[in-house]
């Protein structure tokens, strides 16, 4: 493999999944005379901008125009980053390492986020996915618990998962507990008994077993059209549609949307706005349509929501009050119908994009922690300068959300990053709010013991 062109990792606490592809093509020109072609396929990798970094290449084969090469390329895959390749084929005439003497034969650009959603064109390695089998031992420890968290250790004892396996509820499994201080005692033979009854190995699946399982995710916009953003035709309003650039909202939309629309597979993302006066209308909606269509609130493609919201705002009456309880439950209820399938087939993702502080937090909590209990999560990017310490209230880290009802939320579904912290840096925004949303998806899917929809086509325990 060549060295060089392979992406710098998003940063040391982001893990990569290691992706291995092996390319075959079709139907080659040939541009040889007394021959077929002799292709060879070279991947290159964006690094930045409109530079193309040299990854690696295959092997070069003999007089074939539909070659499947043997040569097999190893990417760090990120979800949270937009990686973009190009795959350039080339008849091989000669013994120099350069490829510009040589006849081109075509090429094709993708991001490896297509790729992967594509089921069946990738699989994961799992490079250090080493199961405890017949000869790996698992050691288990016993304590006596305290509630002042001073626990004692009664004893230990070591077993193959094999051993452990064989129990049954009729014919228990049966080890001794032995304390290491203890055994060198002269009356000592062990500290008890544990019996195991049963023993069974689950499958967790990770998020590239579940995209590559056909497991979709629904990308929802919701837009803040409050009055507090400012008269969209001022300048400094955050809704104002500079003709030389992007808005801070439009930056947001582009960057998340561009990482989440590789894993739709119509790309069609319903967006709706709160906030605002509708034309002929003299009431405040907090849950509208940007194109205006209720049946239909579909915006084809990234540059389509960037259309719709263009077209919308010259029509709204920006208003008030800042309400997010409405959108929140109008996503959850398609993801509450998904989960009725009894399959992951579907995750779905909100994008809140707003400017100030929540006004309904009771409702909002309560929606948040409902909507906890559904395959569903919840991007909140703050643009402008407001407070948003209500927000960090929401992305609840540490401790779980709990409604004003004291129920609490079964898992933190909520992330959320003020755009001021990376202004024109679109990459590190999308790197930041989607951190989270890899294992959001698996963790809800494992708890519920549901599988992708295409279990055969990612790996079983072993």
Same mark, same amino acid.
């Given at each position: ?32 005379? &007394?021959?077929? /072609? ?12 409109? *530079?193309?970094?040299? &990854? ?20 760090? @895959?990120?979800f949270e980053m937009v990686?973009?390749? #190009? ?12 490829? =510009? ?6 090429? !094709?650009?993708c991001t490896l986020g +297509? ?19 017949? *000869?790996?031992?698992? =050691?288990?420890?016993?304590?006596? *618990? ?35 201080? #203890?055994?060198?005692?002269?009356? @000592? #033979? ?9 023993? +069974? ?9 579940? !995209? ?13 059209? $409050? ?58 909606? *907090?849950?509208?349509?940007?194109? &205006? ?13 960037? +259309?719709? @919201? ?13 309400? &997010? ?54 991007? !909140? ?24 009802r004291g129920l609490v939320? $079964? ?14 840096? /679109? ?36």
């Amino acid at each position: 493999m060549a060295s060089g062109g392979a992406p710098l990792p998003p940063s040391a606490n982001h893990c990569a999944t290691k992706v291995e592809l092996t390319i075959s093509c079709e139907n080659l020109m040939d541009m040889d005379i &007394f021959s077929k /072609s002799d292709p060879l396929c070279a991947l290159y990798i964006n690094t930045s901008g409109s *530079h193309w970094s040299e &990854f690696g290449r295959t092997e070069m084969i003999l007089n074939c125009l539909n070659p499947k090469f043997a040569k097999k390329f190893v990417i760090d @895959y990120y979800f949270e980053m937009v990686q973009r390749l #190009k795959f350039c084929v080339y008849d091989i005439d000669n013994d120099s390492h350069s490829l =510009t003497d040589d006849d081109f034969l075509g090429e !094709i650009e993708c991001t490896l986020g +297509q790729i992967v959603s594509s089921r069946q064109m990738t699989r994961p390695l799992l490079l250090n996915d080493k199961r405890p089998a017949g *000869h790996g031992t698992i =050691t288990v420890d016993c304590y006596d *618990h305290h509630v002042n968290g001073s626990h004692q250790l009664i004893g230990s004892f070591t077993a193959t998962l094999a051993e452990m396996q064989i129990a049954t509820r009729i014919s228990p499994a049966e080890f001794e507990c032995t304390h290491p201080k #203890k055994s060198k005692k002269r009356n @000592y #033979k062990n500290s008890g008994i544990i019996c195991i009854n049963n023993c +069974q190995v689950d499958k967790q699946y990770t998020f590239l077993d579940y !995209i590559m399982g056909g497991c979709q995710i629904n990308f929802t916009i919701a837009i803040d059209f $409050t009055a507090s953003n400012g008269n969209p035709n001022v300048p400094n309003s955050l809704h104002f549609i500079n003709p030389e650039g992007y808005n801070e909202y439009l930056k947001a939309i582009w960057a998340v949307g561009n990482v989440i629309q590789d894993y739709d597979s119509n790309k069609m993302f319903p967006v709706f706005g709160f906030g605002a006066e509708l034309p002929f209308s003299q009431r405040v909606s *907090h849950e509208f349509p940007i194109n &205006f269509n209720p049946s239909n609130p579909f915006c084809l493609g990234i540059e389509g929501v960037v +259309q719709a @919201y263009r077209q919308c705002l010259p029509q709204l009456k920006l208003s008030g009050p800042t309400n &997010f309880a409405p959108i929140i439950n109008h996503a959850a209820c398609f993801a509450r119908q998904a989960l009725q399938q009894n399959v992951a087939s579907q995750y779905f993702v909100l994008l809140i994009i707003t400017d100030g502080v929540i006004t309904d937090m009771d409702q909002t909590c309560t929606a948040i922690v409902n909507a906890s209990r559904l395959p569903m999560s919840i991007i !909140i990017v703050g643009v402008g300068g407001a407070d948003f310490g209500e927000m960090e209230f929401l992305d609840s880290d540490d401790v779980l959300l709990c409604s004003p009802r004291g129920l609490v939320a $079964t898992r933190d579904i909520v992330q959320f990053v003020p755009f001021r912290d990376f202004q024109e840096n /679109s990459a590190a925004l999308a790197l930041s709010v989607l951190a989270e949303l890899p294992d959001q998806l698996s963790s809800f899917f494992n708890l519920f013991k549901l599988k992708p929809p295409y279990v055969s086509s990612v790996s079983e325990p072993s």
